[in-house]
């Protein structure tokens, strides 16, 4: 009786200090300023989601194992650039095929739009953004996607 509950204690103990350094690295994000805003598995490869933050609308994609966020607002007639795809390693517009760079924001040349970017991090499997966006077209370092703790933050 007294080494089953043993036993019972010691799980409770380890899934408590794992769970507290978890608590510990998303604290820091958010003191850094970063919002969680969803899952890494919520995000569907090669599509984007969108969410709003600081009365903005931010579009986050998930592409080849990294996830990077953009503006939301197409450059060329307003389009929801959250509702369209990754093709060809860019973010095509659903509304008139218009492409962006995720990492940066910048349209492939000969074109100059540029779309706002945002800071990413993915940590144990969330999506945490920086709700300050940087200067249309500045090249962002994309987060990178540890598969096995996105499916465990899914369930």
């Not at 350094?21 to 490869?45: K, P, Q």
């Not at 218009?98 to 991090?121: N, Q």
């Not at 969330?126 to 899914?154: C, I, K, M, S, W």
Request: with cysteine; hydrophobic share 40%.
């Amino acid at each position: 009786l007294f080494t089953g509950m043993a036993l019972v204690l010691g799980l409770h103990a380890a899934a408590a200090v794992r769970e507290a350094r978890r608590d510990a690295e998303l604290s820091r994000a958010a003191a850094a300023g970063f919002l969680d805003v969803c899952g890494a598995a919520d995000i569907v490869e090669n599509r984007g989601r969108t969410v709003c933050l600081s009365g903005e609308r931010v579009a986050i994609f998930r592409y080849g194992g990294k996830v990077s966020a953009v503006s939301n607002v197409c450059k060329h007639q307003n389009g929801p650039l959250g509702e369209g795809k990754i093709v060809g390693g860019c973010i095509v517009c659903p509304w008139h095929a218009y492409e962006y760079e995720p990492a940066s924001g910048r349209a492939p040349a000969p074109f100059t739009e540029r779309l706002p970017t945002f800071s990413v991090r993915v940590i144990r499997g969330r999506v945490l953004v920086n709700p300050v966006p940087h200067p249309p077209g500045t090249q962002v370092q994309p987060a990178f996607v540890d598969e096995r703790h996105a499916h465990e933050a899914a369930s």
